[in-house]
């Protein structure tokens, strides 16, 4: 199986449990050795075929549209080169940290096609000006102009990536779940165009979370002590 593919099918798999859990609220998409995903198999392209090529296109866009709909805060953990479907795969994440040493990039159009999928994401990560420059230039950018273009929201020094990753995520996982995949959606019908209202209303969703109603409690409590 080439390698594209077994990428693919291992986060596909991984996307179908996270899909199925109930006790999961954070999830850290990190890469394995010096980087954090060096994109498709560039040797693989010129043997794909037009019905291939687009099957391998929808089949990661599909995978980039999983991790927006997931009910789970997903954060990418770059270390080492994201290029490529590694940068679109990056960019797919609610959050991303990023080592001092990190490098992201779309190289494509120096190959001579365009990627293929991801760009709309990309378009609302970054913005219209940088995600041109990025996709038109090719050129790799490091962590920090990666930060000041909203490509990744912190810069940690090396050595550093797992704990402040695994800090951030611990952090996020002590919220009710409910909120946090809430939020999430609203956030994932805006972009598909849609109203961004609530999935459901608010108030019958806190009277069945007990976590929110001891917190919202407890923060009314301290109000009046102030």
């Known amino acids: 199986m080439p390698s594209t593919a077994r990428v ?11 899909e199925r859990s109930r006790s999961v609220a954070v999830v850290i998409v990190s890469g394995r050795g010096r980087a954090f ?18 099957a391998l296109s929808r089949r990661w866009q599909k995978i ?14 770059v270390r080492g080169y994201a290029l490529g479907g590694g940068c679109m795969l990056a960019a797919a994440q609610d959050l991303r940290v990023a080592e001092a040493s990190a490098r992201f990039g779309l190289p ?3 190959l001579g096609f365009n990627p293929s999928y991801g760009i709309a994401r990309i378009l609302d990560v970054v913005g219209g000006g940088p995600a041109r420059d990025l996709l ?11 930060l000041r273009m ?31 995949a809430a939020t999430k959606a609203i956030v994932a019908d ?21 976590d929110a109603r001891a917190r919202i409690a407890d923060f009314v409590a301290k109000r009046k002590k102030d």
Do not use: Y
């Open 136 to 146: 038109l230039t090719g050129r790799p950018v490091d962590a920090a102009e990666a």
């Open 190 to 210: 805006i972009r598909a165009g849609k109203s961004g209202a609530p999935p459901r209303p608010t108030p019958p969703r806190l009277r069945r979370d007990k």
């Open 150 to 180: 909203g490509l990744v929201t912190r810069v940690v020094p090396d050595g550093e990536l797992e704990s402040a990753t695994n800090e951030l995520a611990a952090g996020i996982a002590r919220h009710p779940r409910g909120g946090l």
């Open 64 to 77: 980039m549209d999983r991790f927006a709909r997931l009910p789970q805060v997903t954060i990418a953990a």
């Open 8 to 18: 693919a099918e291992a986060l596909e798999s991984a996307l179908g449990q996270l």
């Open 108 to 110: 494509e159009v120096t």
């Open 37 to 54: 995903c060096a994109g498709n198999d560039i040797a693989e392209m010129p043997t794909l075929g037009p019905a291939e090529a687009r």
